[in-house]
Structure formats: C-alpha cells, structure tokens
C-alpha cells in the first residue's frame, strides 16, 4: 500500500456562508469543532458535482451530490467529513423597532433553522453529527430615519422638517454617524438590528475504496434571510403579502478534494414554488453566470475551480404563503378542548368530521331556522386563539371539490361580539366580511395543499396596516366562544351541499 501525506489547512472563518463539505481532521471529528481543520487529500478527486436549491417561502431546499474517485491504491476508511451550513437569523430580531415586535425570527416561529438533514453515501444512510451552534457575524444596531418618518417614534415629539431626518447622501438609511446621532436624539426606541449570520458544522464519515467512485450526496433545508416585517400570524394568514428572502452557498471548500476543481459541474435553481411578484421585480443571482430555463436557472460548466468561485447568492421576493404544516400543526389547539356546533347539521356529515385530520372526510352546513349558515366552536375554558385554517370545500379529490359547494365569504364573532367590537385586553375583529381565498382549485389534496385550500382568519392579531398601532402578546384576550357564518357560497357542479373538510384552530 502506498503511503500518502495529509496536508492540514485552518479554515477560515468568512462572511459568506460556506456550504459544500471537505475532509477534515480527526480531531475536529472528534470534538465537533465550530471551525475545523481541513485536510487535502489529493488521492480523490472529485469527477461531477451536481447542486440544486429550491426556492421555498422563507427556506430554501439544498440537494449536493458529489461523485469521488479514489485514484490511488489507498483505501480511506471512516475518513471525517465536514459540511458547514449557515444562515441568518438569531441574535437581534430584524424587526425590532418601536411597536415592531412579535416578528418571526424575535418569537422563534420556526423551531430550527436547519432541518431535514440528512447524508447518504452510495444510497446508505451516514450517521451524522453537529457542532454547537456560532455567531459568525453578530447583528449590528442601525437606525432607520425613513421608519422615523413613516411611524414616529413611541412616545416622542418630532419634527418631520428636521435636518436629521432629511436624506442628504446615499448611505443615509444605514449610516453608523447618523444611527449615533438618532440615538442621542430620540434614544434607543429608533434602533433595528440585522440578522446575525451563523454556522453550525455537520460530520460524517466516508469509505473510499481504492480504484472506486462513490457517490456522496447531502440533502438539508435552510431558512432563509426573511427581509420583511411578518409578523407570526402573516406566514400562515397574510397571502398576498410581499416578503423578501436571501439564500447564500460557497462552493469553496471542497476545493480540498484532489486538484481543487471539479471535473464536471451543474447548478440548478428551482424557482417553480417561489412565486415571484412582478411589482417588486425582486430576483437577484451573484457568484454563477446562470442561464434562465422553463423552470428556473441553470450553470453548467468544466474544469470548474472550486477555490476561486465567488460566493454564491440569490435574492428573491415571494408572496407569503406557509408550506411548513408540520410547523403549524406544532401550534394546533387541540380538539379535546373544544366542541364544534354546525347549523343544520347532517348525520352522515357531522361535526366531528372537521378535527379528524382526514381530509377525506367532511362535514356539511344547512341552513337554521333563520335560514343561517353557522359554525360554533365553544372552549372548555378560556383560549388564546391566534388563528383559525378552515379547508373549505370537500378536498377528498378534485372531483369532488368541484362537484360540491364551498365558502366565498363569511363574518365572525369572538364570544358572541360582531363587527369591529374590541374588549379591554386588546383583541380585535374588523372584518365585516371575510372574503375567502380557498375557492382556487387546490395544488394537490393532501396536507400540503394548504395555500390553495385553506381559508385563514386571523383572530387575535390585526392585519397588515401601516396605519394602525400593533397588538403585543400580553394584550391579547382568550375566548371561549367563535362564531363564524357564512356570507356567501360558491354552489358545486353537481350539489348545493356546503362543505368544510377540516378546521384547525392555532394557539
């Protein structure tokens, strides 16, 4: 067998976020180092490597493979591998200003930042571990004078004409000066802070037979730099909305394998879920001169030199829309909590049917004794309510979501109050009629048709107003009583039955 020699090389720490993986030391292995040392092992060279991202609302999907030749007589066996995964994210919340609390990175609504890990070689799963969590780069405090402008400033008096507050050079929203100078003046109440960029280090360990290719593929979902002032309920209720989302990649860390090029390399952007909005006309690609496709973007090239790529980086605007149920489900009341009263209701249909989590099963509403359509869910005790999700119609398949009658609009009542009624702890109703988004033909009849199906209501949050002071948590109420009825239908192909397949309530 031939000996080789291991040359160690310190990874620098970078602004970017460093994403593919390369052979490290066993020390580094062992102890689960933030910031590992690297290690070039010249006898693998790697022949192709394949990535695709797929833009997601506020994540996006990352599957790298990699084909590895081992050209030497020498086998690797449990060689360590590291892949670093970054994003931005804790520390400061990005949206901390004034009433701009409750934003989802500040409460946390996503449990984790980097989910669905997982690492094969040769299709065999590969246990896999990771560092502790680190701040590569800490949120930086800045005071925005525009946001002074548009919403004032919580409990201070201030002249809209006054010369700090005009713009007078290109750096005027981000200008360190001008945020010392905002503070000193107004205090801290003007402050925002950026995301921090953080890294977390996942370890594997690899066999390279001598003479073989293996193939290594790594599979994750990140979240994304969510630039937008969402707040919790505005993920799952805002459709519509604009957000903005950046997603970073640097490809030069598996410059450690073989000559630092990979021999074959393709990179593909899936922007079929990302739904861009032309308004905003917001989708920016650095780093790779990608070429657009029917569905997306794509780079293909040779010989391609792994140290001296530049990061890679795309920026991109969706309409806010959840796809995470799994996220919202961790938030579902459950339904031993409450009862659900529907008007008219229809024995082989019933209640019960709307808390199954069967989207093939329904339950149907007709008309009471003064011709109204109602659902009537009354709590066992006092509950905070931040939401409901109602799939409307009968999603049991697209026929049958056709055939039958469905939700266009309705109105609702908190403990039996209509119509723009408030109470001393801050929760709100204003909307007079609620019109429906749930009649667009569902993408698909699972859970994940969510977006297309489902009507949302927010109940203890107020929309999107720019107008109008925020709620705080601490000044929402409970309830023990919601009322919803129906406005209007839009009638079935075949049946005038109005139906409801599942509601969820969110805590």
Not at 68 to 93: I, Q, T
Not at 162 to 187: C, H, I, T
Not at 361 to 372: F, H, I, R, S
């Amino acid at each position: 067998m031939k000996r080789f020699v291991l040359f160690v090389v310190l990874l620098v720490a970078s602004v970017t976020a460093m994403a593919n993986g390369d052979p490290v030391s066993h020390r580094s292995a062992m102890t689960l180092s933030r910031t590992p040392v690297a290690v070039h092992v010249p006898q693998v060279q790697l022949l192709d490597e394949q990535c695709r991202f797929t833009l997601g609302y506020g994540y996006t999907t990352v599957e790298v493979r990699y084909l590895l030749y081992n050209h030497s007589d020498s086998n690797f066996r449990a060689l360590p591998y590291g892949f670093p995964v970054d994003w931005y994210g804790e520390g400061k919340a990005h949206w901390e200003y004034s009433d701009f609390s409750e934003s989802i990175d500040e409460r946390g609504w996503r449990d984790s930042y980097v989910r669905d890990v997982l690492f094969s070689l040769d299709g065999r799963s590969l246990a896999v571990r990771h560092s502790s969590d680190t701040i590569l780069v800490p949120s930086v405090a800045f005071a925005d004078p525009s946001l002074i402008l548009e919403f004032g400033i919580d409990g201070v008096e201030y002249d809209v004409d006054d010369p700090m507050l005009q713009p007078d050079s290109a750096d005027w929203n981000y200008s360190a000066k001008r945020s010392r100078q905002l503070v000193e003046r107004f205090g801290e109440k003007v402050l925002s802070y950026t995301a921090a960029l953080c890294r977390r280090w996942y370890y594997a360990e690899l066999d390279l037979p001598a003479g073989q290719t293996v193939e290594l593929v790594v599979c994750y979902k990140v979240d994304n730099y969510v630039v937008s002032s969402l707040y919790e309920s505005y993920s799952v209720f805002g459709k519509g909305l604009w957000q903005g989302n950046t997603f970073f990649y640097d490809f030069s860390p598996a410059a450690y394998w073989g000559d630092g090029k990979a021999s074959r390399f393709r990179a593909v952007v899936d922007t079929c879920a990302a739904i861009r909005r032309p308004k905003y006309d917001l989708f920016e690609i650095e780093g790779l001169p990608m070429t657009q496709t029917a569905k997306g973007f794509e780079y293909q090239t040779y010989a391609f030199d792994l140290a001296k790529v530049e990061p890679f980086r795309i920026n991109y605007a969706t309409i806010c829309r959840n796809e995470d149920v799994a996220g919202l489900l961790k938030h579902r009341i459950s339904p031993d909590r409450y009862s659900v009263r529907l008007s008219g209701s229809v024995a082989k249909y019933p209640a019960p049917n709307l808390s199954d989590m069967d989207l093939s099963t329904a339950g149907v509403l007709k008309p009471d004794a003064n011709g109204d359509l109602t659902i009537t869910i009354t709590f066992k005790d006092s509950t905070l309510v931040t939401g409901v999700l109602i799939y409307n119609g009968y999603t049991k398949d697209p026929a049958t979501w056709r055939n039958n009658s469905r939700i266009d609009s309705l109105d609702f009542a908190l403990d039996g109050c209509w119509k723009n009624c408030g109470n001393e702890n801050g929760y709100f109703l204003g909307f007079v009629e609620w019109h429906c988004n749930g009649n667009e033909m569902p993408a698909d009849f699972s859970w994940q048709g969510l977006t297309d199906a489902a009507i949302r209501i927010p109940i203890t949050e107020r929309n999107m107003d720019y107008k109008v002071q925020w709620e705080y948590v601490d000044r929402r109420g409970k309830i023990k009583e919601l009322t919803l009825k129906v406005q209007r239908t839009t009638k079935g192909v075949k049946y005038d039955d109005l139906c409801i397949s599942e509601i969820i309530l969110l805590k």
